[in-house]
T-cell receptor
Framework: AQSVAQPEDQVNVAEGNPLTVKCTYS??????LFWYVQYPNRGLQFLLK??????LVKGSYGFEAEFNKSQTSFHLKKPSALVSDSALYFC?????????????FGKGNQVVVIP | NAGVTQTPKFQVLKTGQSMTLQCAQD?????MSWYRQDPGMGLRLIHY???????DQGEVPNGYNVSRSTTEDFPLRLLSAAPSQTSVYFC?????????????FGDGTRLSIL
């Protein structure tokens, strides 16, 4: 099945330390990959995407992600975490079904940045 | 600069009642979709639409209907509410239908079925 997996339920990191949120994918063909962030009582907000090209993708709020085809991974990173980065993070992949496109989301990772 | 607007924000229903969750976008996006979000399960696609007059089922369509009579509006109807439909519902839209553009999300409708 075409899907993404986010293996950790929660990621705890001290403020100022590097932040990594893991995502692996399973999809036939070339993947379209996305990261979204959700703050409490809000909808998801787009952070960045990988469609083609450079494996290192830069996005909003200082986040970046590295596409690794051999490891089928698309981990989200931030060099120095802020308390305001505490939120729920979702990885997603485009799925093609009967000629139509839709997104399959992972279950999400809660990130807690400790002051 | 409204983006995707969902109404209502909160709703409590009794088992067996029906209701419609409204979704409107002002960005002229072709693609619209409905998701439900449940703890530990991420977002699951209920129904989606690639343009006015065209809808299709997602992963969890049972108990829900949709229609797309205009580009702007994509309402979700619960036919006969069940406690298993207690969830947070999100509507989203994106330009084009190729899947390369990010989706824009509303702030959700929090629905409780008693």
């Amino acid at each position: 099945a075409q899907s993404v997996a986010q293996p950790e339920d929660q990621v705890n990191v001290a403020e100022g330390n590097p932040l990594t949120v893991k995502c692996t994918y399973s999809v036939s063909g070339n993947p379209y990959l996305f990261w979204y962030v959700q703050y409490p009582n809000r909808g998801l907000q787009f952070l960045l995407k990988y469609i083609t090209g450079d494996n290192l993708v830069k996005g909003s709020y200082g986040f970046e992600a590295e596409f690794n085809k051999s490891q089928t991974s698309f981990h989200l990173k931030k060099p120095s975490a802020l308390v305001s980065d505490s939120a729920l993070y979702f990885c997603a992949v485009r799925v093609r079904r009967y000629g139509n496109n839709r997104l399959a989301f992972g279950k999400g990772n809660q990130v807690v940045v400790i002051p | 600069n409204a983006g995707v607007t969902q109404t209502p924000k909160f709703q409590v229903l009794k088992t067996g009642q029906s209701m419609t969750l409204q979704c409107a976008q002002d960005m002229n996006h072709e693609y619209m979709s409905w998701y439900r979000q449940d703890p530990g399960m991420g977002l699951r696609l209920i129904h989606y639409s690639v343009g006015a007059g065209i809808t299709d089922q997602g992963e969890v369509p049972n108990g829900y209907n949709v229609s797309r009579s205009t580009t702007e509006d994509f309402p979700l109807r619960l036919l006969s509410a069940a406690p298993s439909q207690t969830s947070v519902y999100f509507c989203a839209s994106s330009p084009g239908t190729g899947g390369s553009q990010p989706q824009h999300f509303g702030d959700g409708t929090r629905l409780s079925i008693l």
